[in-house]
């Protein structure tokens, strides 16, 4: 089976984010008539989520622009860190630092206009959950030694 090219691959994350965007619009977003205002607790959980997903993607940069990384924070060509996370599905085990910008760029656009439109009380549930999944990724780096770095 051939590679796919970096092209080919930022056209089918670009694809597949305009996918994913567009089914939230119609299950999520469409039926909201208009968005509710929000709540000091949708404030802190909107701030956790946004600070855990930059640190995501700080520590993501810092692989791409480290490609001999280990797990160990050590470097390694023979034995290189890849992402494992969901991201590999967009930008791949070895992303460049482009690749990563505009996955996470995508990221943050598509939760906040999410998180915008829901009703307070699903609003809550969401970004609870980005939380909590930025957390345990933000931490899993960590343990491994990964920096956060742009």
Not at 15 to 22: H, P, V
Not at 99 to 109: A, C, E, I, P
Not at 112 to 141: C, M, Q, W
Request: charged letters at 20%; glycine letters at 10%; a positive charge.
């Amino acid at each position: 089976m051939k590679q796919m090219t970096p092209r080919l691959v930022f056209w089918f994350a670009f694809i597949a984010t305009l996918t994913l965007g567009a089914f939230v619009w119609v299950l999520l977003l469409a039926p909201a008539r208009a968005a509710e205002r929000w709540d000091d607790t949708d404030k802190v959980l909107g701030a956790t989520a946004l600070t855990f997903t930059v640190a995501d993607w700080a520590q993501t940069r810092y692989i791409a622009q480290n490609p001999c990384i280990n797990a160990g924070g050590g470097t390694d060509c023979a034995d290189p860190y890849r992402e494992v996370g969901l991201a590999r599905h967009f930008i791949g085990e070895r992303p460049s630092t482009g690749q990563v910008d505009r996955y996470f760029t995508g990221v943050l656009v598509v939760g906040a206009l999410a998180a915008h439109y829901l009703p307070s009380a699903y609003r809550k549930g969401f970004l609870g959950g980005i939380t909590l999944i930025e957390l345990s990724v933000v931490a899993h780096n960590r343990r491994i030694g990964l920096r956060m770095e742009f």
